[in-house]
């Protein structure tokens, strides 16, 4: 319809243009085939133009409303001329030559164009029935010109003799007229006749036959008559019947269609009684369907978890569940209205009741989140979520508002402790002492803290790099590095790694890994790196420590019998012998008393150093302890180049050592060992030993190599040991004596307790045998307790005034428990302390000066009496004399033996007597066995003497005694 008003409105506006420029450029000019068309004056032409317009643009209403404005005008000022009688000059536009033709339009022409001008105007203002009344009223007036043209009657196109409508003008009139009939399709004769009802179906077959019928019979009519058929009556009258059976005919054909429409009007309206009564039923059904629902709903309501409000459009509580009663802490009628308003926590209520009131004006739904504070006190966190209500009928009014709260304090609860640990997390992250990182499961580096870029170093990329580019690659000898951590690598792990730095510093680091839980899965890791360099050095130098010895760095036992145990091993693949040299220092315990354990110290490291000097590339030079080395030489094919290493060492060991502005010189005893790839390391290392104190034993500053003859003497050792053991136990120890007399009255004075085993499988063993590896195991505190105790018995026996005897041992002496061991004793004997004499020998001594000089204190307060023995065979006998008090002195049996025959021997008994009597101390003369030695002694005014000339030992304290 649209398209169809703008092609006429486009035909009618065009048609104008063209009759306007026709106008200017002269009639004369026109062609003659067009001529007839000049009866359209100028200010017509123009009003078709203005309203051809006005209807393109109807949607532009101020557009149209100025066009309308100005047809309307037109028309209006044309009629105001033909009713004034005056002319006012609207005809006559500027430069158009009339040639004698009027100028004005006709009346009829000037009322349709008001009438368009003003259906126009109307439009503006959407009156759609005034703008379509119009243009018919338009539409009307041309269709009765057109009817004058047709049927010859002037007086239809002419107004009281006025200029006549033209018939080009009716015709363009009618196309305006319609064009502005058809903009509005949804009213007017056009909705009829587009009406798919009743309406639609009489006016469509009926408008036809109204239109056209009267003017194609009034055309025959006339026709008729002029043509001389039949006169003006019998026309009428043919009219009239044509009609009436038109008339009928249409009536007919309208009754047959009410009678359908009746037809299906009551169709129509049984089927509505039918769907009435069906919708009845279905309302009846649905209305108890619906209060089973609201019943349901009810129930719901107030035992749902939530709680649940009807609220009014104002946004007053209307009606509330249990659960919103609870978390408010309000009853029903505090809460109605506005007086939930008093539940809100006061930090939460200004800013909630703004926003409320805000939301219920614009009728939009709310959601927030506030504290309730019960009158008790308790805050309850909720979140609050409401929807408007609108009525049934689809109104958009707001009729009020249906609210949900639900209980979140919980929730808030937990938020709070989250982020409170995320807080505490992230303190920890930035200021941990550790180099924490979070790394993504594919290994990069999403976040660092300032201690890890610290340890990887300020030109090395950490965040958005993968992981591992922080590290070194793990190497063999890392044993605790551990391999790469990726998206399937295992957590919880612990490992030491090496971090790769651009600036070159080792750092060590402990990496712990453990996984970022995200809900059931592992959403990354969390890297921890502490830094270790320190303790891994301290590590190295435990370790090193561990195997070597501090003051040399020389290897210590433990790694001499690591290498010892691979040399052997190496020597049984390849065939070969290993030889160890045990190597003890002689002399260095004079070294070290006399010069300082400083200088002990420096000779050690001196030692050391030329061990190594003259040692093979592959030799081990070790120290086990002491003033104890031990070299390996593995790969040895003859015990000849080993005598040759061992030469050597003695050789460079023999060499002085200066340190500072002192100078000491130490000798080696050197114990030699073969072993083959079967042999123990332990066993090899023990045969060196045994080597060595034999070599001891045989004058020091030489080697000994261990042969079979070594080994059955370490084996008798062995034995010996083992039996010793339990010979106290068994009652083995016995007790033999030997008199000591007066040289001067000849008579006993005293006897000498001296210790004797009697081995079943072998009888009696002399103390030589046994007694050194009594004190070397440990035995001799047993062995000396026995022999105290038997001595001190026996000599309650004696003759008053008699004494015993007693051998300490050095190790015996320095005992803690040693004093009270001889107040046992003499308690138990009943013997007074004054026969109680103890001999101990110059080491003892020597010895007990650091470590036993109370024990020494405690046997003078006793009353014992303190014998050194074998006086002069030690070297420091002078000096520490005057350290303890002692009664008596021993002169070993080595410088009786040749006292006939030598002068030295002589002169050093008689400097011993010498200073023994300045120093008011008896003496002793050991080993006597001629007349001449007794004479001798006497002669030098030896007061006491023992030995094979008075008696030889014997089981009893009171032996005969020989005075030749």
């Given at each position: 319809m649209r398209?169809a008003?703008?092609?006429?409105a486009?035909v009618?506006?065009?048609?104008?243009?063209?009759?306007l420029?026709?106008?200017y450029?002269?009639?004369?000019?026109?062609?003659a085939?067009?001529?007839?068309?000049?009866?359209?004056?100028p200010m017509?032409?123009?009003g078709?133009?203005?309203?051809?317009?006005?209807?393109?643009?109807?949607?532009?209403?101020?557009?149209?409303?100025v066009?309308?404005?100005?047809?309307?005008?037109?028309g209006?000022?044309?009629l105001?001329?033909?009713?004034f009688?005056?002319?006012?000059?609207?005809?006559?536009l500027?430069?158009?030559?009339?040639d004698?033709h009027?100028?004005r339009?006709?009346?009829?022409?000037?009322?349709?164009?008001?009438?368009?001008?003003?259906?126009?105007?109307a439009?503006?203002?959407?009156?759609?029935?005034v703008?379509?009344?119009l243009a018919?009223g338009t539409?009307?007036?041309?269709?009765?010109?057109?009817l004058?043209?047709?049927?010859?009657?002037?007086s239809?196109?002419?107004?009281g003799?006025?200029?006549?409508?033209?018939?080009?003008?009716?015709?363009?009139?009618?196309i305006?007229?319609?064009?502005i009939?058809?903009?509005r399709?949804?009213?007017?004769l056009?909705a009829l006749?587009?009406?798919?009802?009743?309406?639609g179906?009489?006016l469509?077959?009926?408008?036809?036959?109204l239109?056209?019928?009267p003017?194609v019979?009034?055309?025959?009519d006339?026709?008729?008559?002029?043509l001389?058929?039949?006169?003006?009556?019998?026309?009428?009258?043919?009219?009239?019947a044509?009609?009436?059976?038109l008339?009928?005919?249409?009536?007919?054909i309208?009754?047959?269609r009410?009678?359908?429409?009746?037809r299906?009007?009551?169709?129509?309206?049984q089927?509505l009684?039918?769907?009435?009564?069906t919708?009845?039923?279905t309302?009846?059904?649905?209305?108890?369907?619906?209060?089973?629902?609201?019943?349901?709903l009810?129930?719901?309501?107030?035992?749902?978890p939530?709680?649940?409000?009807q609220?009014?459009?104002?946004?007053?509580?209307?009606s509330?569940?249990?659960?919103?009663?609870?978390?408010s802490?309000?009853?029903k009628t505090?809460?109605?209205?506005?007086?939930?308003?008093?539940?809100?926590?006061p930090?939460?209520a200004?800013?909630?009741?703004q926003?409320?009131?805000q939301?219920?004006?614009?009728?939009?739904?709310?959601?927030?989140t506030l504290?309730?504070r019960?009158?008790?006190?308790?805050v309850?966190?909720?979140?609050?979520?409401?929807?408007?209500?609108t009525?049934a009928?689809?109104?958009?009014?707001?009729?009020?508002?249906?609210?949900?709260?639900t209980?979140?304090t919980?929730?808030?609860v937990?938020?709070?402790?989250?982020?409170?640990a995320?807080?505490?997390?992230e303190a920890?992250?930035?200021?941990?002492p550790l180099?924490?990182?979070?790394?993504s499961?594919?290994?990069t580096v999403?976040?660092?803290?300032?201690?890890?870029?610290?340890?990887?170093?300020?030109?090395?990329?950490?965040?958005?790099?993968p992981?591992?580019?922080?590290?070194?690659?793990?190497?063999?000898?890392?044993?605790?590095?551990?391999a790469?951590?990726g998206?399937?690598?295992p957590?919880?792990?612990?490992?030491?790694?090496?971090m790769?730095?651009?600036?070159?510093?080792e750092?060590?680091v402990?990496?712990?890994i453990?996984?970022i839980?995200?809900g059931?899965?592992?959403?990354?890791?969390?890297?921890q790196?502490?830094?270790i360099?320190a303790r891994?050095?301290?590590?190295?130098?435990?370790?090193?420590?561990?195997?070597?010895?501090?003051?040399?760095?020389?290897?210590?036992?433990l790694?001499?019998?690591d290498?010892?145990?691979?040399?052997?091993?190496?020597?049984?693949?390849?065939?070969?012998?290993?030889?160890?040299?045990?190597?003890?220092?002689d002399?260095?315990?004079?070294v070290?008393d006399?010069?300082?354990?400083?200088?002990?110290?420096?000779?050690?490291?001196?030692?050391?150093?030329?061990?190594?000097?003259?040692?093979?590339?592959?030799?081990t030079?070790s120290?086990?302890?002491?003033?104890?080395?031990?070299?390996?030489c593995?790969?040895?094919g003859?015990?000849?180049?080993v005598?040759?290493?061992?030469?050597?060492?003695?050789?460079?060991?023999?060499?002085?050592?200066?340190?500072?502005?002192q100078?000491?010189a130490?000798?080696a005893?050197?114990?030699?060992?073969?072993g083959?790839?079967?042999?123990?390391?332990?066993?090899l290392?023990?045969n060196?030993?045994?080597a060595?104190?034999l070599?001891?034993?045989?004058?020091?500053a030489?080697?000994?190599?261990f042969?079979d003859?070594?080994?059955?003497?370490v084996?008798?050792?062995l034995?010996?040991?083992?039996?010793l053991?339990?010979?106290v136990?068994?009652?083995?120890i016995?007790?033999?004596?030997?008199?000591?007399?007066?040289?001067?009255e000849?008579?006993?004075?005293?006897?000498e307790?001296?210790?004797?085993?009697?081995?079943?499988?072998?009888?009696?063993v002399?103390?030589?045998?046994f007694?050194?590896?009594a004190?070397?195991?440990g035995?001799?505190?047993?062995?000396?307790?026995?022999v105290?105790?038997q001595?001190?018995h026996?000599?309650?026996?004696?003759?008053?005034?008699m004494a015993?005897s007693?051998?300490v041992?050095?190790?015996q002496?320095?005992?803690?428990?040693?004093?009270a061991?001889?107040?046992?004793?003499?308690?138990d004997?009943?013997l007074?302390p004054?026969?109680?004499?103890l001999?101990l020998?110059e080491?003892?001594?020597l010895?007990?000066?650091?470590?036993?000089?109370?024990?020494?204190?405690?046997l003078?307060a006793?009353?014992?009496r303190?014998?050194?023995?074998?006086?002069?065979t030690g070297?420091?006998s002078?000096?520490?004399l005057?350290?303890?008090?002692?009664?008596?002195?021993k002169?070993?049996l080595?410088?009786?033996?040749?006292?006939?025959?030598?002068?030295?021997?002589?002169?050093?008994?008689?400097?011993i007597?010498?200073?023994?009597d300045?120093?008011?101390?008896d003496v002793?003369?050991e080993?006597?066995e001629?007349?001449?030695?007794r004479?001798?002694?006497q002669?030098?005014?030896?007061?006491?003497?023992q030995?094979?000339?008075?008696s030889k030992?014997t089981?009893?304290?009171?032996?005969a005694?020989v005075?030749?």
């Amino acid at each position: 319809m649209r398209i169809a008003s703008l092609t006429g409105a486009a035909v009618a506006g065009a048609l104008g243009v063209v009759l306007l420029i026709g106008w200017y450029v002269g009639i004369g000019s026109i062609p003659a085939t067009i001529i007839g068309l000049w009866a359209i004056k100028p200010m017509t032409a123009l009003g078709f133009v203005l309203v051809s317009t006005a209807v393109t643009m109807l949607e532009r209403r101020r557009v149209a409303l100025v066009l309308g404005l100005a047809v309307a005008l037109i028309g209006a000022l044309t009629l105001a001329e033909f009713i004034f009688g005056t002319p006012l000059g609207i005809d006559e536009l500027a430069g158009i030559d009339f040639d004698g033709h009027p100028a004005r339009m006709a009346p009829a022409t000037a009322v349709s164009l008001l009438l368009l001008g003003a259906s126009v105007i109307a439009s503006r203002f959407a009156r759609a029935s005034v703008m379509l009344g119009l243009a018919f009223g338009t539409l009307t007036i041309s269709l009765i010109a057109i009817l004058g043209y047709a049927y010859g009657v002037s007086s239809l196109y002419s107004v009281g003799g006025f200029t006549s409508m033209a018939l080009p003008s009716a015709l363009g009139l009618v196309i305006l007229s319609v064009s502005i009939l058809l903009q509005r399709p949804a009213n007017g004769l056009i909705a009829l006749l587009r009406d798919p009802g009743s309406a639609g179906h009489l006016l469509r077959p009926v408008i036809p036959v109204l239109f056209l019928g009267p003017f194609v019979l009034g055309l025959l009519d006339l026709a008729g008559r002029r043509l001389g058929w039949y006169d003006t009556v019998f026309g009428v009258a043919i009219l009239i019947a044509v009609m009436t059976v038109l008339g009928s005919g249409l009536a007919w054909i309208a009754a047959r269609r009410l009678r359908t429409l009746d037809r299906q009007r009551d169709a129509a309206m049984q089927a509505l009684a039918e769907a009435n009564h069906t919708l009845e039923e279905t309302v009846d059904a649905r209305t108890r369907q619906l209060a089973e629902t609201a019943d349901t709903l009810h129930t719901l309501i107030k035992i749902a978890p939530v709680g649940i409000v009807q609220l009014d459009a104002a946004g007053g509580i209307i009606s509330a569940n249990d659960v919103w009663l609870e978390l408010s802490g309000l009853t029903k009628t505090q809460s109605r209205r506005d007086g939930w308003v008093a539940a809100m926590h006061p930090d939460d209520a200004d800013r909630v009741r703004q926003e409320w009131h805000q939301y219920v004006a614009a009728g939009e739904a709310y959601e927030t989140t506030l504290r309730f504070r019960t009158p008790s006190g308790q805050v309850n966190w909720v979140q609050v979520s409401t929807s408007p209500m609108t009525d049934a009928t689809g109104a958009t009014d707001v009729v009020g508002h249906l609210a949900s709260v639900t209980d979140v304090t919980a929730l808030r609860v937990a938020q709070h402790a989250a982020s409170a640990a995320s807080a505490r997390f992230e303190a920890a992250f930035a200021s941990s002492p550790l180099g924490t990182a979070i790394v993504s499961l594919d290994g990069t580096v999403v976040e660092a803290n300032k201690r890890l870029f610290d340890l990887a170093g300020s030109l090395t990329p950490v965040v958005n790099q993968p992981i591992e580019s922080m590290f070194s690659p793990a190497s063999a000898g890392d044993a605790a590095a551990s391999a790469t951590v990726g998206v399937d690598g295992p957590t919880g792990r612990r490992m030491d790694r090496r971090m790769r730095r651009d600036d070159g510093e080792e750092t060590w680091v402990k990496v712990s890994i453990a996984e970022i839980q995200e809900g059931e899965q592992a959403g990354g890791f969390l890297y921890q790196l502490e830094d270790i360099t320190a303790r891994r050095l301290a590590e190295a130098r435990v370790e090193h420590l561990a195997f070597h010895d501090p003051l040399t760095n020389l290897p210590n036992r433990l790694l001499l019998l690591d290498r010892l145990n691979q040399a052997l091993l190496q020597a049984s693949r390849r065939g070969t012998g290993v030889a160890v040299l045990f190597i003890d220092l002689d002399r260095f315990k004079f070294v070290n008393d006399s010069l300082g354990h400083h200088a002990g110290d420096a000779v050690l490291m001196q030692v050391g150093i030329r061990l190594r000097q003259h040692a093979g590339a592959t030799d081990t030079v070790s120290r086990i302890g002491g003033d104890e080395f031990v070299v390996i030489c593995p790969d040895v094919g003859r015990s000849g180049d080993v005598n040759k290493i061992a030469e050597a060492f003695q050789k460079a060991i023999s060499e002085p050592i200066q340190f500072g502005d002192q100078v000491a010189a130490v000798d080696a005893s050197i114990g030699i060992a073969f072993g083959l790839g079967h042999d123990d390391a332990e066993s090899l290392l023990r045969n060196a030993d045994q080597a060595m104190y034999l070599a001891k034993g045989r004058g020091r500053a030489r080697y000994e190599v261990f042969d079979d003859d070594l080994r059955y003497r370490v084996h008798q050792r062995l034995d010996t040991e083992l039996a010793l053991r339990e010979a106290v136990a068994l009652g083995e120890i016995e007790t033999w004596y030997q008199p000591i007399v007066d040289l001067q009255e000849q008579r006993v004075v005293a006897t000498e307790a001296l210790a004797r085993w009697r081995r079943p499988e072998r009888g009696l063993v002399a103390p030589g045998e046994f007694i050194a590896i009594a004190e070397e195991v440990g035995l001799i505190k047993g062995i000396g307790a026995t022999v105290l105790g038997q001595a001190c018995h026996a000599a309650t026996a004696l003759e008053r005034g008699m004494a015993v005897s007693v051998n300490v041992s050095a190790r015996q002496f320095v005992q803690d428990d040693f004093g009270a061991v001889v107040k046992r004793a003499l308690k138990d004997s009943g013997l007074a302390p004054d026969q109680l004499w103890l001999e101990l020998t110059e080491s003892a001594v020597l010895e007990a000066i650091d470590s036993a000089a109370r024990t020494f204190q405690e046997l003078r307060a006793m009353g014992v009496r303190l014998a050194i023995d074998d006086f002069g065979t030690g070297y420091s006998s002078f000096t520490h004399l005057r350290a303890f008090t002692v009664d008596l002195l021993k002169i070993d049996l080595s410088f009786i033996r040749d006292l006939e025959r030598s002068e030295h021997d002589r002169a050093i008994v008689e400097g011993i007597l010498r200073l023994a009597d300045s120093l008011n101390l008896d003496v002793v003369a050991e080993g006597i066995e001629t007349t001449s030695q007794r004479d001798l002694l006497q002669a030098m005014g030896c007061r006491y003497g023992q030995g094979y000339l008075f008696s030889k030992p014997t089981p009893s304290a009171s032996p005969a005694v020989v005075f030749a």
